[in-house]
Antibody, heavy 120, light 107 residues
Framework: EVQLVESGGGLVQPGRSLRLSCAAS????????MHWVRQAPGKGLEWVSGISWNRGGIGYADSVKGRFTISRDNAKNSLFLQMNSLRVEDTALYYCAKDVGYFSGWYDIWGQGTLVTVSS | EAVMTQSPATLSVSPGERATLSCRASQSISSNVAWYQQKPGQAPRLLISDASTRATGIPARFSGSGSGTEFTLTISSLQSEDFAVYYCQQYNNWPPGFGPGTKVDIK
């Protein structure tokens, strides 16, 4: 079964850091780009970051550039998002999503998400 | 950056009726549009890519059309499981972006 399972979310104070993980199974992980997409409570979807299969292509939304770092470990079928200098507006459910190719841009598999709450 | 808008924000439809959802891009994005369905408490699910190609396992009652700046998702005969929020997404320009969504609820 193709599956993505996120972890690492939680309650954190503004200015602190958090590292999200996404464990992939059921497909050849290093054949595909991977992405993080977030959804603030009651709001729509926002693409956060993406990384190509070989890390040769990496992109960030302007809202997180310079604060978040995406990475992957193909040997462990895992995707990560290091989030530093967190802000209240980063509060959201963070989804891991599988690209359909190198950086095709749409996502055919999504995890169930991990909730990040930034509050003092 | 291509900004996506969707209309209407909410669409009230009776089961068995046809639903037509619109998505507009601020600039031409060719046919590089995907549609997703999201039910409460669930992750989004891919319905359509390349404006009109149904994803694996998606029923034929879902169809997509359009190119350039105007796109449409049509649900030919709404089933109870189709009441959800629908998002369009462009992947022609960097960064990829989503529309604000259309909620389809029961009339």
């Amino acid at each position: 079964e193709v599956q993505l399972v996120e972890s690492g979310g939680g309650l954190v104070q503004p200015g602190r850091s958090l590292r999200l993980s996404c464990a992939a199974s059921g497909f050849t992980f290093d054949d595909y780009a991977m992405h993080w997409v977030r959804q603030a409570p009651g709001k729509g979807l926002e693409w956060v970051s993406g990384i190509s299969w070989n890390r040769g292509g990496i992109g960030y939304a302007d809202s997180v550039k310079g604060r978040f770092t995406i990475s992957r470990d193909n040997a462990k079928n895992s995707l990560f998002l290091q989030m530093n200098s967190l802000r209240v507006e980063d509060t959201a459910l963070y989804y891991c999503a599988k690209d359909v190719g190198y950086f095709s841009g749409w996502y055919d598999i999504w995890g169930q998400g991990t909730l990040v709450t930034v509050s003092s | 950056e291509a900004v996506m808008t969707q209309s209407p924000a909410t669409l009230s439809v009776s089961p068995g009726e046809r639903a037509t959802l619109s998505c507009r891009a601020s600039q031409s994005i060719s046919s590089n549009v995907a549609w997703y369905q999201q039910k409460p408490g669930q992750a989004p699910r891919l319905l359509i890519s390349d404006a009109s190609t149904r994803a694996t396992g998606i029923p034929a009652r879902f169809s997509g059309s359009g190119s350039g700046t105007e796109f449409t998702l049509t649900i030919s005969s709404l089933q109870s499981e189709d009441f959800a929020v629908y998002y369009c997404q462009q992947y022609n320009n960097w960064p990829p972006g989503f529309g604000p969504g259309t909620k389809v609820d029961i009339k």
